[in-house]
Structures are given as structure tokens and as C-alpha cells.
């Protein structure tokens, strides 16, 4: 009954973004808004056709129906009800099925958004192409991706259950969907910039109308990126967040083109200028989204990540190629119309300086993309396989993150079309002093490093610079208004939330990049083994093996030890690193057990549990301030949120009164 449910939904979804898309097309063309109307209806269809399909599978995991073959691969009545749950985007059904029910509720919001507007080309066009995409996903679910199909030979006992590795942690309740979140949004901006090119509207009143979505897209996929390397850091044993793994890197590229591209949106906003670079941006970002769907689920790469193989592969590169392809072509098509009015003044001005981070930004997304899929090409077509390693990538990028530091610092405190020798020397002397003090002192002091003398250094650089910053306009208009400095420095967030959201996630990046710095510099490691009650001191810890305990449930079977940390005179308290083991699978899945601090985290791994002796063998990492990291990823998101916000109007001060100097970064 279920099964026979599901497919109906998400027959009535595709049949509802077919009939959108021709109203739309026809309501255009006769300008009949009535037509328009229905074309807009249909949205809701595929709403509650995706909510349906949705709530269904869910109530199928939920009740163990194993008669339908994604709930007998993927759930067993021993699973936890929370990864019951989660078994929704464990595998690749359900994961497109997920996927289809963002994209529906994103089409509905942007749709409700402009019904004010709903009539105009630039915005019909933007709700074909987002129906259009709908309609591939749609179709499938309900072909090489139905997760709807019945289990051969009829309904098991109990079922398989998820991959262990996917009920091993809370956070598989959040990381997916956070990704999902990030990658479907990019939809809607690709969708406007598309109808900006098919109705020559090609100025800069599209980007106003996707800003916030991009940068809601933005955020969601910055926290889906930090919540992966805080899953991977806390559940895979390996004592690491990022292993430049393929499908880690598909969820980077976008990230660093729309990362590029909300920068490089406000020198068009301000100077008129990059539209075919933006468009460009946006194609590539939406692109790289399909592309990163395509490593994830096609099983075309060897990834911890992967978890499923199947043939939809093909599909996907039919549909990238066919988006790439159209965006190209219409961007040469408009190409007469996109000539930007606006040029760059001077090389020491904030839009020459955007530009740089932008080069950079792509730069870096080429760096990843090329060490991704070269090893597929090359066995595509040599037959043979090749594996592009960290150090690659680290080569690569290292440099290029350290100018992209260095250009946060300096972008956002520079003024637009030219800056003076003087504003140079105010803005940037004072931070430039700070970060060269810490830049030598790490150097000198604590690492022969120079990479990571120069990521504490320019983090040093960039958050002097944005405080001095902060400080001069709060200051400004704590004169200007009268008021006191806490009165000021509301006002200041108030009347540009863009700005300060801006400098907060500029602030989180730059803790995550001297947390990286730090963390692979400074680490220790090494591996021991104890008898029970004995004790090893590694890099001024004491670590005492004070014994172990087996814990059984339908679930799983669990074999801990416990450990107590000590330093110096203080006990750190007792830690409890696992091997567990899962009826369905023969794979041992160990989870560390770690003490984290604001500056050190102590990170404990049972390499191997007790053996006829006692004795075990215990993986001891003490990695220097990974919480940054995550801290980081938080900072992001407020600064995301923030720059979320309206701008309060400010109030018109008296002509005699200096006005504070504020400008959007």
C-alpha cells in the first residue's frame, strides 16, 4: 500500500512540473494570467506530492514495512528510532527523495516570495527553470531511483539495516540535510540567472532578488561542510576532519564558486561591473552541486562517503551537461548586452582587490577539481587507476588559502574606486604590526613552519584589521549620535547587518584556518599499549588503563575501555574509547572517545581490545586547538544569519553633524 502511494506522489510531482512548466510557457506567450495562475498552482502540487512521497517512506521506515526493498537495505527493527529516521538519506533513493522535497519547498518560498511580481517574465522564466529541474529529479525518483520499489521475493523477516557507520552518531541527523539545504538552494539563484539571459534582463536586478537565498544556500552548505569534518572527526577513528577525500571535495567546489561569487555580486551591485563573470558563477556553482551528487551516489568513486553504487550516473552527466551547456550558450547569445558599463579605477581599491579573492577562489576550486576527477578521467580513458593524495592538494592549496587570507584583511578596509596613501596607512599599519609581531614570534618561537607562521600571522592581520575597523565607525557614530558606545555599536549592526555579518564570518574562517594550522603542526601522536591499572605519560598526559566492559543490545555489540586522563595534579576525568560490532555487518566500527578544550583536545582510539593478557593497544593524538575549528563553523553561521537581517533605516542626522563612514563589504 505504501509503495503504491509513494510512486503515485511522485507521479503526480512530475506530472504537476509538467503541466507548470507548459502553463507558464503558454501563460507567457498570451500573456494569460490565467494560464500564469495554474502554471503557479502547480507549484503547490509538487509540494504536497514531494511532502507526501516524503512522509510516506518515512512512515515505512518508521513501521519497518520491508516489503519495499530501500526500508529492507536500509532499516532493521533493532535501529535506534533517531537513525530510523535518518535511514530516509542513507542510501541514494531515499537521499534524491530528500532532495526533491528541499527543492520543491524552495520553489514554493521563492514562488510565494514574488507573488506581487508573479506576472513578470524575468520571474515566469525563473519558475520554469526551477520546475524544470524539479522535473528531472522527479523523474528520478520514479525510474533508476525509485525508492519505492518492492523487496524481490517479498517482505524479509527484519532488514539489513543502515551502513554502521550511519547509526553510529547523532550528527547523521544533521549533517546530510544541512548539505542538501546548501546544495538545492543554488537552484533558485541559477534559475534567475538563467531567466536574467532567456528575457535579456542581464543588469543587476536579478542579483538583488536571489541574494538572500544565495546566501541562505551559502550558510547551510558552510555548516553541512564543518558538521561533515566534525562526523568524520568524531566517528571515523582516524583522529582527522578532512582527508581531501572525493566526495569531501565535491561539497568544497561549490562552496568556494559561491563563495566567490557573493563577493564579486557586490562590485556589480556597486560598480555595474563582472556580469558575465557572476552569470558565469552561478552556472558553474549549480553545475558543481550536480556534479557533486553525480561522486556521491553514482559509486563512481572509492569513498567512505559513497555509500551507494547504482546507474544513475549516466543521468546525471546527461543533465549536467545539458545545464552547463545552456548557460554557456545563452551567456554567448546575451553576450552584446552584457558589457559592463563600470571599469576598475585603480589596482588599490576594494573592487580590484574582490576581483583578486575571486581569481583566487576559482584558482582554488580548479586546484580541487582537477585532483578529483583526474584519476576517473584517467581511467575513463587508459583504463588504469591513479590516486591524487593529500600532499597534492596540500601543495596546491596551502599557498592559495594564505593570498585569500591575506585579501580578507585587506578587501573589506579599502574604499571603492581608488585608496590614498593615507587611508592605506590608517586602515592597515596598525594590524599590519600585530600580524608581523605574531608572524615572527611563531616562526622564532614555536614552529619552523613558515605556512603556518603565516596563517597566525595574517589570521592575526585580518581580525586587528576588521576590530580597528569596527572600532573607528562605532567611534564615528557614537560622536555623530551622541550616544554612548554600546548605544553606538547596536546602531552600527543595525543600519548595515551586511557588513558586520560579512566581518563575523571573515572572523570564523580565519579561526578554522589557524585551528587547521595549529592542529597539524602541533599535533602528537603515537600508539601504546597497557595491562590494567598501568599507566604511560605521552606529551605531559598520564593515560591508566583502569579496565574494560562489553555492552550488548539488539543494535549492536560494544567493547570499551576505560581510561583516565591525568595531568600534572589535575584528573582530567575517565574516557571510554569502543570497537563496536553490528549483527549485519562484519566490519568493527571503532569510536574515539575524546576531551575537548579550548586548546587542546586529547583523542583516544582502541586500536585493539583487551587480549588473552589484558593488555590493550590504544591510539593517544593531542591535537592543539581543534575546537576552533568548530567554533569556527558556528561564527559562520551567526555572521550568515546576520548578514540575514534587514538594514534598520538610519535617521537623517543635522547637516552640521559629520555622518559616520560606513560601506558594505
Known amino acids: 500500500m505504501e509503495s503504491a502511494i509513494g510512486v503515485l506522489a511522485i507521479a503526480i510531482g512530475a506530472g504537476a512540473s ?3 512548466i507548459a502553463s507558464l510557457l503558454l501563460g507567457l506567450r498570451r500573456s494569460d494570467d490565467r494560464l500564469l495562475a495554474t502554471g503557479r498552482r502547480c507549484v503547490l502540487a509538487v509540494l504536497l506530492a514531494s511532502i507526501l512521497a516524503v512522509g510516506v517512506m518515512e512512515w515505512a521506515l518508521i513501521t ?33 527523495l530528500l532532495w526533491v522535497l528541499i527543492l520543491a519547498v524552495y520553489i514554493a518560498l521563492t514562488v510565494r516570495h514574488f507573488r506581487d511580481r508573479a506576472s513578470e517574465p524575468l520571474v515566469v522564466w525563473a519558475t520554469i527553470v526551477m520546475l524544470g529541474v524539479s522535473l528531472f529529479f522527479f523523474l528520478l525518483v520514479l525510474g533508476p531511483a525509485n525508492p519505492f520499489e518492492l523487496t524481490p521475493g517479498g517482505a524479509p523477516v527484519d532488514g539489513r539495516g543502515p551502513n554502521p557507520l550511519l547509526q553510529n552518531h547523532p550528527l547523521m541527523a544533521f549533517h546530510p540535510p544541512m548539505l542538501y539545504l ?29 541574494r538572500r537565498t544565495t546566501l541562505v544556500a551559502w550558510g547551510f552548505l558552510s555548516l553541512g561542510i564543518v558538521l561533515g569534518a566534525w562526523w568524520s572527526y568524531e566517528v571515523l577513528g582516524w583522529g582527522g576532519y578532512w582527508a581531501w577525500d572525493p566526495v ?9 564558486t559561491a563563495t566567490a561569487f557573493i563577493h564579486s555580486v557586490m562590485v556589480q551591485e556597486r560598480r555595474a561591473m563582472l556580469r558575465v563573470w557572476n552569470l558565469s558563477l552561478v552556472i558553474a556553482t549549480f553545475c558543481l552541486t550536480i556534479l557533486g551528487t553525480f561522486l556521491t551516489r553514482s559509486g563512481v568513486v572509492n ?5 551507494s553504487q547504482s546507474s544513475i550516473g549516466g543521468w546525471l552527466l546527461a543533465f549536467l551537461a545539458l545545464s552547463a551547456g545552456s ?34 577562489f576559482v584558482a582554488f576550486a580548479f586546484v580541487v577539481l582537477l585532483g578529483t576527477v583526474f ?29 585569500l587570507l591575506f585579501l580578507m584583511a585587506v578587501a573589506p578596509v579599502l574604499p571603492w574606486r581608488a585608496a590614498s596613501g593615507e587611508v592605506l596607512r590608517r586602515r592597515l599599519l596598525v594590524p599590519a604590526w600585530i600580524g608581523g609581531a605574531l608572524f615572527v614570534a611563531t616562526l622564532v618561537f614555536l614552529a619552523r613552519s613558515l605556512p603556518t607562521a603565516l596563517a597566525f600571522g595574517l589570521g592575526a592581520f585580518t581580525i586587528s584589521a576588521i576590530v580597528q575597523e569596527t572600532w573607528r565607525t562605532v567611534r564615528a557614530r557614537s560622536r555623530a ?22 566581518l563575523t564570518v571573515h572572523i570564523g574562517v580565519v579561526c578554522i584556518a589557524v585551528a587547521i594550522a595549529a592542529s597539524n603542526t602541533f599535533a602528537t601522536k603515537a600508539e601504546i599499549r597497557l595491562r590494567r591499572d598501568a599507566s604511560v605519560t605521552v606529551d605531559g598526559y598520564r593515560f591508566t588503563y583502569e579496565g574494560s566492559r562489553t555492552t550488548r543490545s539488539a543494535q549492536k555489540t560494544t567493547v570499551s575501555a576505560d581510561v583516565r586522563i591525568e595531568r600534572g595534579d589535575r584528573d582530567l576525568g575517565t574516557y571510554a574509547p569502543s570497537v563496536s560490532t553490528f549483527p549485519n555487518s562484519n566490519q568493527a566500527i571503532g569510536t574515539p572517545s575524546v576531551r575537548t578544550g579550548l586548546t587542546t583536545d586529547v583523542y583516544l582510539t582502541l586500536v585493539s581490545s583487551p587480549n588473552a593478557r589484558g593488555r590493550i593497544t590504544l591510539g593517544v593524538s593531542v591535537f592543539p586547538l581543534v575546537v576552533w575549528i568548530w567554533i569556527g563553523g558556528a561564527l559562520i553561521g551567526l555572521g550568515t544569519a546576520v548578514a540575514l537581517v534587514p538594514a534598520r533605516t538610519r535617521r537623517v542626522l543635522p547637516e552640521s553633524t559629520p555622518a559616520p563612514v560606513e560601506e558594505p563589504v
Open 303 to 307: 569513498s567512505v562517503h559513497a555509500f
Open 182 to 210: 546548501g546544495y538545492v538552494g543554488f537552484t533558485v539563484p541559477f534559475a534567475f540567472a538563467m531567466a536574467s539571459l532567456i528575457t535579456g534582463s542581464v543588469g543587476e536586478g536579478w542579483l538583488a532578488d536571489t
Open 64 to 96: 519497518h514495512d520491508f516489503s519495499i526493498r530501500y526500508v529492507a537495505e536500509n532499516n532493521a527493527r533493532s535501529t535506534p528510532l533517531l537513525f530510523t529516521v535518518t535511514g530516509l538519506w542513507a542510501a541514494l533513493e531515499g537521499s534524491i
Open 327 to 360: 548557460g554557456l550558450a545563452l551567456i554567448a547569445w546575451r553576450g552584446d548586452r552584457l558589457r559592463a558599463p563600470g571599469r576598475i579605477d585603480s589596482a588599490l581599491s576594494r573592487e580590484a582587490f574582490f576581483l583578486g579573492n575571486n581569481l583566487l
Open 375 to 403: 584519476p576517473l578521467i584517467a581511467e575513463a580513458v587508459q583504463g588504469t587507476q591513479l590516486s591524487v593524495g593529500e600532499p597534492y592538494f596540500d601543495r596546491m592549496t596551502v599557498p592559495l588559502g594564505l593570498a
Open 481 to 502: 549620535d551622541a550616544v554612548g558606545r554600546g548605544r553606538a555599536a547596536w546602531r552600527t549592526l543595525a543600519s548595515n547587518p551586511r557588513r558586520y555579518g560579512g
Open 18 to 20: 509538467i503541466v507548470g
Open 248 to 256: 569531501e571535495n565535491a561539497s568544497l567546489l561549490p562552496w568556494l
